[in-house]
């Protein structure tokens, strides 16, 4: 890491800007309102336009999500730091994962998306990053109490690779089955013609995005969970600078077009997904940190517990 500058405080704060600045821009080319960037949102989308799901109205194959996997692979690659790596206990962690998936999809967006809400007008945000924090908080609990679910080991390449290829078949398949007019289904894939599915961002301009967004990530182990505590709130002052540009801030105006949950529904359901997946990954999870490899220690962040 030793001359990153992406690595130090303020190189980390240009990351937070940037994914700032960028969300409010995909939303003006065509994104769902204030879902410029949720990587929760955007993986359910994806799941039905494969046919995991029949919800017509939330179908399509976000080149975001794409992005995100395959340019912090290439960086990882560029910069001699793919060392892939795996958990043990991997029954307890996919059903974690699926727990914290369920919880940020009722509040209707990953934490990204909480800030980008927040940033957009959406007072309900307020609630759901403080039920965020407190699960945060309950997380470190367990790592106090001594809670692992073991080490990371070492993987070979093949295994690495695996998460790459899907991407890049995924993407071949979206080249190959483009959305077709009036049609809700183009070969082996499924499209939304209403709803957040059918909002979009250009093909290129969305997967140019992810792959900087990857890269970026990579680069400065960007991580939503520990960024809490740091630099991570320079992401909702940048996008609502920018959404104040655009001309389309909800503050004063009308709310957030999305359906809105009870506040107090709302924040408990943020509240599921931050201990969940601390406990899954020790703090950072393969959907809310890009490219960031974590060392497993017995207390958070890295810290050794005192005995």
């Given at each position: 890491m030793k001359g990153n500058i992406f690595s130090t405080r303020w190189g980390i704060v240009l990351v937070g800007a940037s994914?700032?600045?960028?969300?409010?821009?995909?939303?003006?080319?065509?994104?769902?309102?204030?879902?410029?960037i949720c990587v929760a949102c955007m993986e359910r989308d994806i799941a039905g336009a494969v046919g995991f799901h029949r919800a017509a109205v939330v179908q399509y194959l976000r080149p975001?999500?794409?992005?995100?996997?395959?340019?912090?692979?290439?960086?990882?690659?560029?910069?001699?730091?793919?060392?892939?790596?795996?958990?043990?206990?991997?029954?307890?962690?996919?059903l974690l994962g699926v727990c914290a998936m369920i919880g940020a999809l009722v509040f209707l967006g990953c934490p990204w998306r909480a800030l980008l809400r927040l940033a957009g007008g959406d007072g309900n945000a307020i609630l759901g990053l403080a039920g965020l924090a407190t699960g945060i908080w309950i997380g470190t609990l367990f790592f106090k109490g001594g809670y692992s679910l073991g080490r990371s080991n070492a993987q070979s390449v093949s295994v690495?690779?695996?998460?790459?290829?899907?991407?890049?078949?995924?993407?071949?398949?979206?080249?190959?089955?483009?959305?077709?007019?009036?049609?809700?289904?183009?070969g082996v894939l499924f499209y939304s013609l209403q709803g957040p599915g059918a909002a979009k961002a250009p093909l290129l301009i969305s997967l140019g995005a992810g792959l900087l967004i990857g890269i970026l990530a990579q680069r400065s182990r960007f991580c939503t969970m520990g960024g809490i505590r740091g630099p991570y709130p320079v992401s909702p002052v940048a996008s609502f600078l920018r959404h104040d540009c655009l001309g389309d801030s909800g503050l004063g105006g009308e709310p957030?077009?999305?359906?809105?949950?009870?506040?107090l529904r709302e924040a408990a359901c943020s509240t599921l997904p931050a201990p969940l997946e601390l406990c899954r990954n020790a703090g950072c999870g393969p959907g809310l940190c890009l490219g960031r490899r974590v060392p497993r220690k017995a207390a958070f962040h890295g810290r050794r517990r005192r005995q």
């Open positions: 994914i700032g600045v960028m969300a409010p821009l995909l939303q003006k080319l065509g994104n769902p309102a204030n879902m410029g975001e999500i794409l992005g995100f996997v395959l340019g912090a692979f290439l960086s990882a690659l560029a910069f001699r730091e793919f060392r892939p790596r795996g958990g043990s206990a991997p029954v307890a962690r996919f690495g690779l695996l998460l790459p290829i899907l991407m890049v078949g995924l993407l071949a398949l979206r080249i190959m089955y483009p959305p077709v007019e009036g049609q809700p289904s183009s957030d077009p999305g359906p809105v949950r009870p506040r």
